[in-house]
């Protein structure tokens, strides 16, 4: 029995994760003058690496891509424990 079969049956347990694009530090003020539509500028760009975190741990990396008008992750690695 191959590992993937072994935990077959935890395959609809829920998880979360987590991509983190960037971080910014602003002022308060920066922050009431936001409203829906806002656009904060990060200067991280489609094709940067980011990390993949599961329960608060790296499981991997990927790469921002942009598709049509979204934002997502293509997975490049996964770590090894």
Known sequence: MTALEEINHLSDVLIQVEVELDRKIMTVRDLLELG???????PRSAGEN???VIGGSPIGS????????????????????
């Open 36 to 42: 829906r539509g806002s656009v904060i500028k990060m």
């Open 62 to 81: 990927g790469e921002i891509v942009i598709i049509e008008e979204t934002v997502g992750v293509r997975i490049t690695d996964f770590t090894e424990s």
């Open 50 to 52: 980011i990390d993949i």
